[in-house]
Nanobody, 117 residues
Framework: EVQLVESGGGLVQLGGSLKLSCAAA????????MSWLRQAPGKGLEWVSN????????SYSASVKGRFIASRDNAKNTMWLQMNSLTPEDTAVYYC??????????RGQGTQVTVSS
C-alpha cells in the first residue's frame, strides 16, 4: 500500500520558518519524481515544488521561489520542504504527492500550515 505521511506543520508568525517532512512507504521511492502541493482555504490545489527522482533537480512556483527549498533523501524514503519568510498567503494545507507535471498517482493526508500576521 502506498503511503505518504506529511508532518511538521503548525502555526508560525509572519516571517517565520517551518520545515515539512514527507515519509514515503509502499513503493520504490527513488523511482519517482515527487511534488509538494498546497490548498489554501476556499481555493484549489496549487503546485508548490518538484523534486526529481535523483534528488538533484528541483523547481518551484513563482510564489515560493527563493523562499522555499525542497529536498529528499532516497535512502530514508523522505522528502522535506523548508519554508522561510512565510507570509499569511502561505497559509494552506500542504501535501506531498507522488509524481509531477500535474500528474499525481498518490497524495498524503496533508499538514496544516498557518501563518499569522
Amino acid at each position: 500500500e502506498v503511503q505518504l505521511v506529511e508532518s511538521g506543520g503548525g502555526l508560525v508568525q509572519l516571517g517565520g520558518s517551518l520545515k515539512l517532512s514527507c515519509a514515503a512507504a509502499g513503493f520504490v521511492f527513488y523511482n519517482y519524481g515527487m511534488s509538494w502541493l498546497r490548498q489554501a482555504p476556499g481555493k484549489g490545489l496549487e503546485w508548490v515544488s518538484n523534486v526529481g527522482s535523483g534528488d538533484n533537480y528541483t523547481s518551484y512556483s513563482a510564489s515560493v521561489k527563493g523562499r522555499f527549498i525542497a529536498s529528499r533523501d532516497n535512502a530514508k524514503n523522505t522528502m522535506w520542504l523548508q519554508m522561510n519568510s512565510l507570509t499569511p498567503e502561505d497559509t494552506a494545507v500542504y501535501y506531498c504527492a507522488r509524481g509531477w507535471s500535474g500528474t499525481y498517482s498518490a497524495r498524503g493526508q496533508g499538514t496544516q500550515v498557518t501563518v499569522s500576521s
